[in-house]
Antibody, heavy 118, light 107 residues
Framework: QVQLEESGPGLMQPSETLSLTCTVSGFSLTSNGVGWVRQPLGKGLVWMGTIWAGGSTNYNSAVQSRLSISRDTSKSQVFLKMNSLQPEDTGTYYC????????????WGQGVMVTVSS | DIQMTQSPSLLSASVGDRVTINCKASQNINKYLNWYQQKLGEAPKLLIYNTNNLQTGIPSRFSGSGSGTDYTLTISSLQPEDFGTYFCFQHNSWPLTFGSGTKLEIK
């Protein structure tokens, strides 16, 4: 069955670089996109970016200068890297399967909470 | 960026009620509109994609409609398990954007 699982550090310092991993199973990264969505505590959802089946990426312009999404298809892993972290980057980060015509999120990971604090 | 305005932000309804949640886009999104339900501490769940397509496994009491800039999620007969927060999402134009959410409470 399709599964996604995020992993990464829970606590970060301001100005550090966040690295998250999304490990997928039950589908191929060469046939499906994977996107990242952030949710500040108690707030709404923000699409951050997506890596597509062909390896191309799209980013939210609000974080594009700080964000990089990549993948290792042999390991079925998608990576999020975001630099220059600030306290407002605190929140739960989800990865989700992203289909080009149907949109994001027919399958989601459970999310990983990231706190940016000194 | 396309702004997605949801209304109401808070909704209280009784079991059996017909419930509608609205989402208005700041420009035409060509029916590329999805609806998600999220419960506290859980990932969102896709209910409806592309305005009116029911995601596999979602009960038929959920339905969607709309076109252009105006979209609606309808729950035909509210069930106790339908509490949570509902989000709309447009995937017509970059950056993709979510609505701010509608919290649905069961009376």
């Amino acid at each position: 069955q399709v599964q996604l699982e995020e992993s990464g550090p829970g606590l970060m310092q301001p100005s550090e670089t966040l690295s998250l991993t999304c490990t997928v199973s039950g589908f191929s990264l060469t046939s499906n996109g994977v996107g990242w969505v952030r949710q500040p505590l108690g707030k709404g959802l923000v699409w951050m970016g997506t890596i597509w089946a062909g390896g191309s990426t799209n980013y939210n312009s609000a974080v594009q200068s700080r964000l990089s999404i990549s993948r290792d298809t042999s390991k079925s892993q998608v990576f999020l890297k975001m630099n220059s972290l600030q306290p407002e980057d605190t929140g739960t980060y989800y990865c989700a399967r992203h289909r080009a015509t149907e949109g994001i999120g027919d399958y989601w990971g459970q999310g990983v909470m990231v706190t940016v604090s000194s | 960026d396309i702004q997605m305005t949801q209304s109401p932000s808070l909704l209280s309804a009784s079991v059996g009620d017909r419930v509608t949640i609205n989402c208005k886009a700041s420009q035409n999104i060509n029916k590329y509109l999805n609806w998600y339900q999220q419960k506290l501490g859980e990932a969102p769940k896709l209910l409806i994609y592309n305005t009116n397509n029911l995601q596999t496994g979602i009960p038929s009491r959920f339905s969607g409609s709309g076109s252009g800039t105006d979209y609606t999620l309808t729950i035909s007969s509210l069930q106790p398990e339908d509490f949570g927060t509902y989000f709309c999402f447009q995937h017509n134009s970059w950056p993709l954007t979510f609505g701010s959410g509608t919290k649905l409470e069961i009376k």
